[in-house]
């Protein structure tokens, strides 16, 4: 079992920058990890996944080269660093895992499969003036 909890969601100006972490609870070498998100009145999305065993990543369109995910397995700790920040990124931050053996890819984790074996509760990020 894996127990995900995510911080560092606030109010943001656009143009600024800030930085989600998830802790977890348990053995993190076994998973693949992402981040997705959720804005109102719309359904979750993938932001960016990160691969365990080759650090192969993914990010959707809408956030490269402005966001960049990473992980710190001694610590427990997965990040995604936000960087010009845009009011459309005003969403739900969510932290989640699948087991590695089971995915394919990184585009398979963020695109391909609904399914996913752990969430986190998630964190407000909020990109306004």
């Known amino acids: 079992q894996l127990q995900l909890v995510e911080s560092g969601g606030g109010l943001v100006q656009p143009g600024g920058s800030l930085r989600l972490s998830c802790a977890a609870s348990g053995n993190m070498d076994l998973y693949d990890i992402g981040w997705f998100r959720q804005a109102p009145g719309q359904g979750r999305e993938p932001v960016s996944c990160?691969?365990?065993?080759?650090?192969?990543?993914y990010y959707a369109d809408s956030v490269k080269g402005r966001f960049t995910i990473s992980r710190d397995n001694a610590k427990k700790m997965v990040f995604l660093e936000m960087t010009n920040v845009r009011p459309e990124d005003t969403a739900v931050y969510y932290c989640v895992a699948d087991y590695s053996g089971r995915v394919t890819s990184m585009h398979y984790m963020c695109v391909e499969t609904p399914l996913h074996d752990f969430w986190g509760q998630g964190t407000q990020v909020t990109v306004s003036a």
């Open positions: 990160l691969d365990n065993s080759d650090g192969t990543t």
